[in-house]
């Protein structure tokens, strides 16, 4: 199983303020190891590019199993941003890192000292090296505007075969990869895309509990602050319509065929999942990226 890290601020859920204990001195200087990882993996993603990126959001973080003969992982990162007269761009980009900054991220994650695994995460981020900064690049945002009842319609539509349980669905990267002329009934026009995402599902046992100051942008949250298991799924979706009856803006392509799905158009879609993985989640990071600062200081820390 591929390891994720899940960074949920900037995908996900929007909060407005910071929370600290007291304004302790441990958690001000987890804080500020925090703000130091987001400037490195920022300063990596822009760093040799030509035009760089405004804007930038990470999206996703994965972090391979497989050790190579030097001892080095792969390391995956999802992120958007806008180019140059604000184009919007989602890019996946392949780091190597050694295998030993990361087993030391996951011992840090097994100890209950949220400062050590900051600081063995940000030793992730400044030894990653790049070796491919373009693997794919996509137009379309992953942030499909929809509001409440459009979201529950969305997973209603997509992942019914989870019932009351499923909570929303988050994609993270989205790509055509296909766009056929057909003759079918009234429909002349097929689009294909490649979803990847994050599947939300209520359980009482789940590894991630939400956080408690959240409002969500996609996920319909009415599990409150249940506990969740995080799947990691890649979907086909097929879309056929009469082309000529819309203006389609190519940059929100997938968004505005979700839009006129769900207002009832005349649109057939198809879905295909074609992989499942479930989402190995650590509670300390999640925090982080929420900008909770509360964590407790072990006695025998320094």
């Given at each position: 199983m591929?390891?994720?890290?899940l960074?949920?601020?900037?995908?996900?859920?929007?909060?407005?303020?910071?929370?600290?204990?007291?304004?302790?001195?441990?958690?001000?200087?987890?804080?500020?190891?925090?703000?130091?990882?987001?400037?490195?993996?920022?300063?990596?993603?822009?760093?040799?590019?030509?035009?760089?990126?405004?804007?930038?959001?990470?999206?996703?973080?994965?972090?391979?199993?497989?050790?190579?003969?030097?001892?080095?992982?792969?390391?995956?990162v999802?992120y958007?941003?806008?180019?140059g007269?604000?184009?919007?761009r989602?890019?996946?980009?392949?780091?190597k890192?050694?295998?030993?900054?990361?087993?030391?991220?996951?011992?840090?994650?097994?100890?209950?000292?949220?400062?050590?695994?900051?600081?063995?995460?940000?030793?992730?981020?400044?030894?990653?090296e790049?070796?491919?900064?373009?693997?794919e690049?996509?137009?379309?945002?992953?942030?499909?505007?929809?509001?409440?009842?459009?979201?529950?319609?969305?997973?209603?539509?997509?992942?019914?075969?989870?019932?009351?349980?499923?909570?929303?669905?988050?994609?993270?990267?989205?790509?055509?990869?296909?766009?056929?002329?057909?003759e079918?009934?009234n429909?002349?026009?097929?689009?294909?895309?490649?979803?990847?995402?994050?599947?939300?599902?209520?359980?009482?046992?789940?590894?991630?509990?939400?956080?408690?100051?959240?409002?969500?942008?996609?996920?319909?949250?009415?599990?409150?602050?249940?506990?969740?298991?995080?799947?990691?799924?890649?979907?086909?979706?097929?879309?056929?319509?009469?082309?000529?009856?819309?203006?389609?803006?190519?940059?929100?392509?997938?968004?505005?065929?979700?839009?006129?799905?769900?207002?009832?158009?005349?649109?057939?879609?198809?879905?295909?999942?074609?992989?499942t993985?479930?989402?190995?989640?650590?509670?300390?990071?999640?925090?982080?990226?929420?900008?909770?600062?509360?964590?407790?200081?072990?006695?025998?820390a320094?």
């Amino acid at each position: 199983m591929k390891k994720i890290i899940l960074l949920v601020l900037v995908l996900v859920l929007v909060t407005s303020c910071i929370t600290f204990t007291a304004c302790d001195p441990y958690n001000l200087e987890i804080k500020s190891v925090y703000d130091k990882i987001e400037d490195a993996l920022i300063g990596k993603l822009n760093d040799g590019q030509e035009h760089k990126l405004g804007n930038v959001k990470v999206n996703s973080i994965v972090f391979g199993e497989e050790v190579d003969e030097d001892g080095k992982i792969s390391v995956d990162v999802y992120y958007s941003g806008d180019f140059g007269s604000n184009e919007p761009r989602s890019v996946w980009s392949t780091y190597k890192l050694a295998a030993r900054y990361y087993n030391a991220l996951v011992d840090a994650d097994k100890s209950v000292d949220a400062l050590k695994y900051a600081e063995a995460l940000d030793a992730c981020i400044q030894n990653m090296e790049v070796v491919d900064r373009t693997n794919e690049v996509s137009f379309y945002s992953n942030n499909l505007e929809l509001d409440e009842n459009q979201a529950q319609q969305f997973n209603e539509t997509f992942f019914s075969e989870y019932g009351e349980d499923q909570i929303g669905f988050l994609p993270y990267f989205i790509e055509r990869v296909e766009t056929n002329r057909i003759e079918e009934g009234n429909y002349n026009c097929e689009y294909k895309f490649i979803v990847k995402g994050f599947n939300f599902i209520k359980n009482s046992n789940g590894t991630f509990k939400l956080p408690s100051n959240t409002v969500a942008t996609i996920l319909t949250l009415d599990t409150g602050k249940s506990n969740v298991d995080v799947y990691e799924q890649e979907i086909e979706i097929y879309f056929k319509l009469d082309f000529s009856k819309y203006f389609l803006d190519s940059e929100r392509l997938f968004s505005v065929l979700i839009r006129i799905l769900l207002d009832g158009e005349d649109v057939s879609v198809n879905f295909n999942t074609t992989s499942t993985n479930k989402v190995d989640l650590t509670e300390k990071f999640i925090k982080m990226t929420m900008g909770q600062f509360d964590f407790k200081q072990p006695a025998n820390a320094q």
